[in-house]
T-cell receptor
Framework: QQQVKQSPQSLIVQKGGIPIINCAYENTAFDYFPWYQQFPGKGPALLIAIRPDVSEKKEGRFTISFNKSAKQFSLHIMDSQPGDSATYFCAASGTASKLTFGTGTRLQVTL | DTGVSQDPRHKITKRGQNVTFRCDPISEHNRLYWYRQTLGQGPEFLTYFQNEAQLEKSRLLSDRFSAERPKGSFSTLEIQRTEQGDSAMYLC????????????FGSGTRLTVV
């Protein structure tokens, strides 16, 4: 059972654009929602995370928006750069800290 | 201590052989996790340890898979009688007890079963 649904599967934006990646979850016990960035041949790296008591969190060019009632959260990347080209995964976890990942979004930022 | 270390980075094995992977977590992290990632998919949870105790195993972890963390430091993941469906990237991660500051993943071991 897929508990975290992620869209789109792939995304192409021009440099300076603002790609938006969306995720929806089912399990209301989830209380931690991180986003990971993965480059080919590397493990995922934590970008930013949010807990459900806030609706938005910003760290540098990355922003998470969180809608608890809709059970949805999204990642926005401001002023995207070619170096941001990677695969992005949303995830969610509950008290056990076990992460359930989305299926990933392959982002390409063109010049 | 620069992060989570996994060895080997790549492993090619014949179907039916046994393989063992090693993970060295960040030293102050109590929790250690194993995930499996297939091409085009997100990582899937396999098992995790808190110190030396294995606290949870996924249904994905068949009887052919066994993981250990004997002294609460490094961990090994063994796959017996490998099958072609075992081909994947095996990722190790570690975290503080409640994962509050997020996991740190290693670069993974890519297993190819031929």
């Amino acid at each position: 059972q897929q508990q975290v649904k992620q869209s789109p599967q792939s995304l192409i934006v021009q440099k300076g654009g603002i790609p938006i990646i969306n995720c929806a979850y089912e399990n209301t016990a989830f209380d931690y929602f991180p986003w990971y960035q993965q480059f080919p041949g590397k493990g995922p790296a934590l970008l930013i995370a949010i807990r459900p008591d806030v609706s938005e969190k910003k760290e540098g060019r990355f922003t998470i928006s969180f809608n608890k009632s809709a059970k949805q959260f999204s990642l926005h990347i401001m002023d995207s750069q070619p170096g941001d080209s990677a695969t992005y995964f949303c995830a969610a976890s509950g008290t056990a800290s076990k992460l359930t990942f989305g299926t990933g979004t392959r982002l390409q930022v063109t010049l | 201590d620069t992060g989570v270390s996994q060895d080997p980075r790549h492993k090619i094995t014949k179907r039916g052989q046994n393989v063992t992977f090693r993970c060295d977590p960040i030293s102050e992290h109590n929790r250690l996790y194993w995930y499996r990632q297939t091409l085009g998919q997100g990582p899937e949870f396999l098992t995790y340890f808190q110190n030396e105790a294995q606290l949870e195993k996924s249904r994905l972890l068949s009887d052919r898979f066994s993981a250990e963390r004997p002294k609460g430091s490094f961990s090994t993941l063994e796959i017996q009688r490998t099958e072609q469906g075992d081909s994947a990237m095996y990722l190790c991660a570690s975290s503080l007890v409640d994962g509050k500051y997020g996991y740190t993943f290693g670069s993974g071991t890519r297993l190819t079963v031929v």
